[in-house]
C-alpha cells in the first residue's frame, strides 16, 4: 500500500537559525528621548539602507507611533516602501536624470546638489502641473556632494525662483561630528551664517538642519537657532558611535543570535577551522562548539579568534577562522552546552551583554557597517508591540 503524499502546499515551521530579535518598544522609547533633548527642533528619522539593516518599515511605523512624521532614505526604491505610511521621506544624497520622474510622480521630496538637477526637476514638474518639495545639499566641509559652500549663496537663490519646485529645506553633513574642534565650530558658524544670509535675501526654508546622532550627543549648537530639525540614525538603534555621552537615554534595540549546532571535544594539538589558526594547547582537550552563523549572515571574518559569543549568560570566545556558514567558539566556560542552545553575538542576555560597539571596535570597523550587512538569511524578529512578539520576517531567499 502506498503512502498518500505530503501536501506540497503545507508550511513546516522552522526554527531559524539565525535572526535579529529586534524590541519595537526601544525604538518608539529611543525616538521620543531623543525627540525630548532636541526640542523644539523636529527630529527627521534616518531609516536608509533598510534601518541599518533592521528592517525600514518596522522601523518607520514604531517612529510614527512615537510622534515621528519625517523620514529620511537613500534611494528611490527606499523612499517608495514607505509612502503608504503617511510621512514625508526626504532622499538624502544625489538624484540621478533617470530619476527625476520618479521623484515627481511619488511626491518624494529630493535632495538638491547643484543647479543642474534643480533645472531638471523644474522641468519635469511643470510637465505635469506640479510643484515639487526640496532641500538643498550645501558641502560645507564633507567633500562628497551639495553645492560648494563658498559660491552656495548666488547658486542657491537662482534655484529658488526656478517654478516648479518648493525649496522647503536646506542641509549639510558633519565629515566629524564626534569632534568638539575649531574646524567643527567653524562649520556650525558658517553654515548658519549661510542659512541667515539667504534669509535676508528674501529665500527662507521651513527646516533647516545639519545634526547627525553624534551632533545631537555633542553639539547642541547645531540643533537650535537657525537649525530646527535633526537627522539621527544609530542613535534611534541604541548603538551610539561618539564617545561624548549622550544627554538623554537610549537603550539598544536589536540582539544578533543564532544556534549551536555542534560540540565536540578536539584532543591536545588538534586545530580548528581554515588556515589552521588555532590549535588545542589544553592535555585534556577543548570543548569546541559550531554556531550557525558566518560571513554570509553578516558575521565579520575579522573577529576571527579575537570576537566572542555568549552561551547561556557566559563568555565563549570565537576560535578558528570565521567561515561563511559557520563559527566556532570555545564552550571550556560552558560545560552544560548542548545542541540547539541560543547563542548571542550582538546584544544583551542576563546581567552581561555583547554591545554592538564592542563588536565593532574588535572587528576593526564602525556599529554602522556591522548592522548593515547583516545577511538576507538572517530572520529578522520583532518583539514587545503591545506585550506580544509580532511577526518572524522570512527572507525571500528562504520562501
Known amino acids: 500500500m502506498l503512502c498518500p503524499r505530503e501536501n506540497p502546499d503545507a508550511v513546516h515551521p522552522v526554527m531559524p537559525r539565525a535572526w535579529v530579535e529586534i524590541d519595537v518598544r526601544a525604538w518608539e522609547e529611543n525616538f521620543r528621548a531623543v525627540a525630548g533633548a532636541v526640542s523644539p527642533a523636529t527630529v527627521l528619522a534616518v531609516v536608509k539602507a533598510n534601518a541599518y539593516g533592521l528592517g525600514a518599515p518596522e522601523a518607520a511605523r514604531a517612529f510614527r507611533r512615537a510622534g515621528c512624521r ?109 569632534r568638539r574642534d575649531a574646524p567643527t565650530y567653524r562649520q556650525i558658524a558658517e553654515f548658519a551664517s549661510l542659512v541667515r544670509e539667504l534669509e535676508s535675501a528674501g529665500c527662507g526654508f521651513k527646516w533647516r538642519h545639519m545634526a547627525n546622532s553624534a551632533a545631537v550627543a555633542g553639539l547642541p549648537e547645531a540643533y537650535r537657532a537657525p537649525f530646527n530639525m535633526v537627522r539621527p540614525g544609530l542613535d534611534l538603534h541604541g548603538a551610539h558611535l561618539s564617545i561624548t555621552p549622550r544627554p538623554y537615554r537610549a537603550r539598544p534595540v536589536f540582539s544578533l543570535k543564532s544556534r549551536l549546532v555542534g560540540i565536540r571535544t578536539l584532543p591536545q594539538g588538534a586545530t580548528v577551522g581554515y588556515g589552521r589558526t588555532y590549535a588545542v594547547t589544553r592535555p585534556g582537550g577543548e570543548r569546541i562548539g559550531t554556531v ?4 554570509a549572515d553578516g558575521y565579520p571574518r575579522s573577529l576571527s579568534n579575537t570576537g566572542s559569543a555568549l552561551v547561556r549568560e557566559r563568555t565563549c570566545p570565537v576560535v578558528g577562522m570565521v567561515c561563511m556558514d559557520y563559527t566556532m567558539i570555545s564552550l571550556e566556560n560552558v560545560p552544560d552546552a548542548e545542541i540547539g542552545d541560543e547563542v548571542v553575538l550582538v546584544g544583551n542576555t542576563g546581567p552581561v551583554a555583547v554591545s554592538i560597539a564592542a563588536v565593532a571596535r574588535k572587528a576593526g570597523t564602525i556599529p554602522y557597517e556591522l548592522m548593515c550587512q547583516i545577511g538576507r538569511r538572517v530572520h529578522r524578529r520583532y518583539v514587545g508591540r503591545d506585550g506580544e512578539n509580532s511577526r518572524v520576517e522570512v527572507p525571500e531567499s528562504l520562501k
Open 292 to 295: 550557525a552563523i558566518g560571513y
Open 70 to 178: 519625517h523620514l529620511a532614505v537613500a534611494s528611490i526604491e527606499e523612499g517608495r516602501e514607505l509612502l503608504d505610511l503617511g510621512m514625508q521621506v526626504l532622499l538624502l544624497g544625489a538624484v540621478l536624470p533617470a530619476e527625476v520622474p520618479a521623484v515627481v510622480e511619488t511626491g518624494i521630496v529630493a535632495s538638491i546638489p547643484d543647479y543642474a538637477t534643480a533645472l531638471r526637476i523644474s522641468d519635469a514638474a511643470q510637465a505635469v502641473g506640479r510643484r515639487v518639495s526640496v532641500h538643498i545639499q550645501v558641502d560645507s566641509g564633507m567633500g562628497r556632494l551639495g553645492i560648494v559652500l563658498s559660491s552656495a549663496l548666488d547658486e542657491i537663490l537662482r534655484i529658488s525662483r526656478l517654478p516648479g519646485i518648493l525649496t522647503e529645506g536646506i542641509y549639510t553633513h558633519f565629515p566629524t561630528a564626534g
